[in-house]
């Protein structure tokens, strides 16, 4: 029986054990064939939740959207680990709160600021949400052995890219009081970026015994302007990309 949202079976994915998680749906293919391109083909695909399978030697790997932030990121890590995927690596974009960081430079998420909502349905708040320290090092070793420019650190990780985030280019223009200044009070407190998945991914992993990390390409400076820097989109993720691909490499070794 398929899983219900992914329309996935164990049949489909071949006893993959890892996973890479883009939001974008567009991003899935272009995944697969950077893993193996002889080897990459669509498996399944209803409403956001695209997945490809592709292969690092004779182990196969799947790619499938989360879509964007929490809510459905949870029903895909649920549903892969029902079909038997044990390791998640997101593979995502993020905006920069911290002045050194630069458009193109990969974030590699230690822990996350749990502002995304869907996280509290697995764990109380005080409950951390850390990456797994053997998908953490491997990324790290990745991005290093590339010479990737990568920061390694605190993640906020909010439930709306608007007022979660502190956008006032918005319809309203209005940030409630409990917001206002959140920004700036993340960059005191050296959180590098934000994003709107890794905090539902890598508490729900730990919380079930299932390994998780997160890395995303800087497409906005937010510390010098607002606007996401469409230009630098593609070398972002395919930044973000090459070293998630790297890293998976590096953990079946392992595994
Ligand atoms: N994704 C986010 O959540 N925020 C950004 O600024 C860019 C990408």
Redesign the pocket.
Known sequence: MPVYHLKLSKKGIKGAKIALLPGDPARVPVIASSINKAEAAEIAWNREFRTWGSKIGRHPVVVTSTGIGGPSTSIVVEELALLGIETFIRV????AIQPSIRAGDVVITTASVRIDGASEHFAPLAYPAVSDYYVLNALVEAASSMKIPCHIGITAS?AT?YQG?ERTDTFSGYVIRDLSGSKKEWERLGVLN???ESATLLTMCNAMGLRAGCITGV??E?SKKEK?IETMIRTAEGNAISVAVEAVKRLLSIF
Do not use: K
Request: aromatic share 14%.
């Open positions: 995502g974009t993020t905006g909010s890219f985030q934000y994003e709107m497409i906005s937010r996401i």
